[in-house]
């Protein structure tokens, strides 16, 4: 298996005296879709948060491409930062500008590319979310689903190497969310980008997901890590077969 | 990883042909742009492109193909790719590119001079029109309340006067101070030429309550408070909270402007007695201290000075800017459409247009009293 390009060691993550998850271990590996599942409200897109620098850990180490994850490092940030990419949960597009000039910002901050070549490559990228002539339209006049699906087209703006994907199929029609799956799997597939997933989709992960980890709320802990197949047929425990398998809540 | 491409150009008699090899990726594509324009035209009619030693190609790959495919078209021929990798075909199948995406600038069109006017004409008459709407609904809920006052929300409406009034106080007082400070300081230098150090006194009681008092206790609510009720109200209609209220039955009008326009009327007036105060207070500070005056005459002179009409008039100023403050603040925060720019430029709008309000009512009731009064 190829070197880990996220390594999470000892993650204490939280709030003021509030311990959201403890001692939390696990590796990303390059070319994978990792998918973080658990609970609602049990801290995955914290996790997420944490990982790309937004949240500082209470304690533990995280790095990420190689490089520790310190916000307060400037330099090793940006770094960090050019090679990921972010799709948040509600789609974050900046309200005062058009779907079009929202996936065109990094692509023309960050690249070499100018002028038409921009216009283009901002049309090919709102094709593969399936929002082709939409580029001139304001984040107000699209649906919830659709502004999700702008997101992603700019958080693809760049190519980057890992992406992180906050719930990206919630609120999305089974086709759209299809074909979100079908774009994961062929960026993955073709470039070897790296996907970090936050999702509650089941049919989703049993899809796209090549590892998983299941966070739970009660523990604050990892409670299986693996293969998304394995763990629906084989794991024991009974929250993770509840989960795979939608059984109905057992009395404890 | 390679993150390189190579592009060999040679330009034959009949034809132009390209050699790609590496990575056609975003580091490598913006370069064999630029050599594309900068390939001599005009351009012979064929186009040729060895696609062989392509290893990776993403979606910016794809636009040189596209820009290939432009050149070709505009010399009235068509590309030939040779060699083309399987990925390569792949990712041209996925991207759809025999159907390539219209041309033209993403960036926002800017509709000519003509339809700008039009639309601002359109926008202040909508903008009327529900202005007018909204001054209804505010006044039958508030006419609504003198016959129901139980429906008031009272625990909202006290912690708006709390935030209107109780937490201005320390600036509104530091304001009125330093202005009475100043008015008796600047006056006395004049005043004493004459020895008529006593009428400090009368002018700054006078200017205070008939005039700056109402108007500075305005102006500092108008920032403070005019701007977060527009701000509170458009992030709720941002977000969808204004639409919950309308279909859980509440009435926005109710439940989100009758509390903050009844709090403000009720807690600016007391601002301004508080501020008048303050500025009497400051001025004595410097009739006592510099002028030589005592304090009760200072005092003496205060009260013979005023009329307990002019206090009235003074409070009575300030509720009927409480009421346009309060209400500009909410009409602009109701207006807003989008997002966040959206938000920002309302609250913007509150202040500036609840300032001007206040002036301008300010002069009209001015010039009602000059006549009205005996």
């Known amino acids: 298996m190829s070197a880990p390009v996220i390594t999470v060691r000892g993650l204490t993550m939280g709030f003021g005296d509030h311990v959201v998850m403890r001692d939390l271990n ?63 949960q509600g789609g974050a597009l900046f309200s005062s500008m058009t779907l079009g000039e929202n996936v065109a910002l990094p692509i023309t901050e960050y690249s070499g590319l100018r002028g038409r070549a921009v216009d283009d490559l901002v049309r090919l990228k709102l ?24 997101a992603i087209a700019r958080a693809l703006a760049l190519n980057p190497e890992i992406l992180f994907l906050d719930e990206p199929s919630a609120g999305l029609d089974p086709i759209s969310s299809a074909g979100l799956d079908a774009l994961i799997l062929r960026l993955n597939r073709t470039l070897g980008t790296t996907f970090v997933v936050v999702t509650h989709e089941l049919s989703s992960i049993l899809t796209i997901a090549s590892r998983v980890v299941m966070l739970d709320a009660a523990s604050k802990s990892i409670i299986a890590q693996g293969d998304p197949h394995e763990l629906k047929e084989k794991s024991a425990h009974p929250f993770v077969r509840q989960f795979f398998n939608r059984q109905p809540g057992m009395e404890e | 990883m390679k993150n390189t491409a190579d592009l060999d150009i040679s330009i034959g008699s009949d034809a132009l042909t390209l050699t790609l090899r590496g990575a056609l990726n975003l580091q490598s594509v913006p370069e064999i742009l630029d050599r594309l324009e900068h390939v001599p035209r005009p351009l012979p009619q064929r186009i040729r492109v060895d696609l062989g030693g392509v290893t990776r190609m993403d979606d910016c790959g794809a636009l ?3 820009e290939l495919r432009r050149m070709a078209g505009a010399s009235g021929g068509e590309l030939e790719m040779e060699r083309t990798p399987d990925h390569v075909r792949e990712l041209l199948d996925f991207l759809r590119l025999d159907s390539p995406p219209e041309p033209g600038p993403i960036r926002r069109i800017r509709p000519d001079l003509l339809t700008r006017f039009g ?73 004493q030429q004459f020895g008529a150090n006593i009428y400090v006194a009368s002018l700054v009681a006078l200017a205070m309550v008939r005039e700056l008092g ?18 509170e109200i458009g992030t709720m209609k941002v977000s969808e909270e204004v639409d919950a209220l309308i279909t859980m039955g509440f009435k926005p009008a109710m439940f989100l402007v009758a509390p903050k326009v009844i709090a403000s009327v009720l807690v600016v007036p007391l601002l301004t007695v508080f501020s008048n105060l303050f500025a009497i207070a400051g001025g004595l500070v410097i009739g006592v201290g510099t002028l030589n005056l005592t304090l009760n005459a200072y005092m003496a002179q205060t009260m013979s000075t005023l009329s307990i009409f002019d206090i009235n008039w003074g409070i009575f100023k300030s509720a009927v ?54």
Request: charged share 15%; glycine share 12%; with cysteine.
């Open chain 1, 26 to 88: 696990f590796d990303i590996h390059a070319g994978e879709v990792f998918v973080i599942l658990g609970g609602s409200g049990c801290g995955k897109s914290t996790l997420l948060k944490h990982m790309v620098g937004l949240y500082k850990p209470m304690a533990g180490r995280i790095t990420v491409a190689g490089m520790a994850m310190d916000p307060d490092d400037d330099g090793a940030y940006r770094r960090i930062l050019a090679r990921i990419g972010v799709m948040y």
């Open chain 1, 127 to 150: 094709r593969q979310v399936g929002l082709e002539g939409f580029e001139h339209h304001l984040p107000e006049e699209l649906s919830g689903g659709m502004r999700k699906r702008a």
């Open chain 2, 64 to 66: 040189v193909i596209m």
């Open chain 2, 119 to 191: 639309e601002k004409t359109m926008h202040v008459v909508d903008q009327a029109a529900s202005h007018v709407a909204f001054v209804g609904e505010t006044t039958t809920t508030l006419a609504s309340l003198l016959v129901r006052p139980g429906r008031l929300r009272l625990g909202d409406t006290v912690s708006y006067m709390q935030r209107v009034g109780v937490d201005a106080l320390p600036i509104v007082g530091l304001i009125s101070f330093l202005l009475g400070l100043i008015m008796a300081f600047m006056s006395a230098v004049q005043l």
């Open chain 2, 214 to 231: 109402p108007i500075m206790t305005a102006i500092i609510v108008a920032g403070r408070s005019g701007s977060a009720f527009a701000a």
């Open chain 2, 321 to 374: 800017f409480a009421l346009l403050i309060s209400t500009v603040g909410c009409f602009k925060g109701y207006r807003v459409r989008g997002g966040a720019a959206s938000v920002g430029q309302a609250t913007t709008s509150a202040v500036v247009t609840s300032i001007f309000l206040v002036i301008l009512t300010d002069s009209i009731l001015a010039v009602i009293l000059r006549y009205w009064r005996p």
